[in-house]
Nanobody, 126 residues
Framework: QVQLMESGGGSVQSGGSLRLSCKIS????????LGWFRQAPGKERTGIAI???????TYAQSIKGRFTISRDDATHTLYLEMNNLQPEDTASYYC????????????????????WGSGTQVTVSS
């Protein structure tokens, strides 16, 4: 059983930075993909950054160049470094893990991921 717990959310002004962390327990090399998703009020949950076991990174166009996903295998922690935050980045952020290989065109689809954290809120004010 894989369990994930996010931390690091908060409130920042436009242009600010935050680093989200996701502590993973029950981590297994069979976890194919780890990723970050977000859900704004009244909107669907969407994938924004995915890290495959190969080291390949996939980003949503909306955050490309501003956010970076990384992981520390020694501490079983997934990170999301977020820079130049904008009000439209306001959302609940979730980390997720998949145990099956996901085709590249489906990496950002939440239905592909089996395990989820409970989320952390990020609020960006203008």
């Amino acid at each position: 059983q894989v369990q994930l717990m996010e931390s690091g959310g908060g409130s920042v002004q436009s242009g600010g930075s935050l680093r989200l962390s996701c502590k993973i327990s029950g981590y297994s090399p069979t976890n194919r993909c780890l990723g970050w998703f977000r859900q704004a009020p009244g909107k669907e949950r969407t994938g924004i950054a995915i890290l495959e076991t190969t080291g390949s990174e996939t980003y949503a166009q909306s955050i490309k160049g501003r956010f970076t996903i990384s992981r520390d295998d020694a501490t079983h922690t997934l990170y999301l470094e977020m820079n130049n935050l904008q009000p439209e980045d306001t959302a609940s952020y979730y980390c997720a893990a998949a145990i099956v290989q996901i085709p590249s065109w489906l990496l950002l689809k939440d239905v592909q991921y089996k395990y989820w954290g409970s989320g952390t809120q990020v609020t960006v004010s203008s």
